[in-house]
């Protein structure tokens, strides 16, 4: 019921910068949750941001300081602006969707990932 699209990977040079966005389609009500999550090859996936719709930000320690999420409540749009990227920032990045489709049912899911590749 939901289509959700990453975009704005690339390889980028250590100190470099990214923005990804994560958009979402389809029969959305309203977005409650829209998080940042990374998986590096042989690792769990894991946190990097997250934004509620009404609350405040929250990051990984990892990335605090260098990383900024925001959204677009009109384009159903969450962004990731990654400043000053390291090497060990190198994944595949997820946005996930907490999302109500109407009064009564809602919807958790994935977009494809987008992969980040940090050079030294």
């Known amino acids: 019921q939901v289509h959700v699209v990453e975009s704005g990977g690339g390889l980028a040079q250590a100190g470099g910068t990214l923005r990804l966005s994560c958009t979402a389609s389809g029969r959305i009500f309203s977005i409650n949750v829209m998080d940042w999550y990374r998986q590096a090859p042989g690792k769990q996936r894991e946190l990097v941001a997250g934004l509620t719709n009404h609350g405040r930000p929250v990051y990984a320690d990892s990335v605090k300081g260098r990383f900024a999420i925001s959204r677009d409540n009109d384009e159903n749009t969450v962004y990731l602006e990654m400043n000053n990227l390291k090497p060990e920032d190198t994944a595949v990045y997820y946005c996930?969707?907490?999302?109500?489709?109407?009064?009564?049912?809602?919807?958790?899911?994935w977009g494809q990932g987008t992969q980040v590749t940090v050079s030294s």
């Open positions: 996930n969707l907490d999302v109500k489709l109407d009064r009564v049912a809602t919807w958790n899911g």
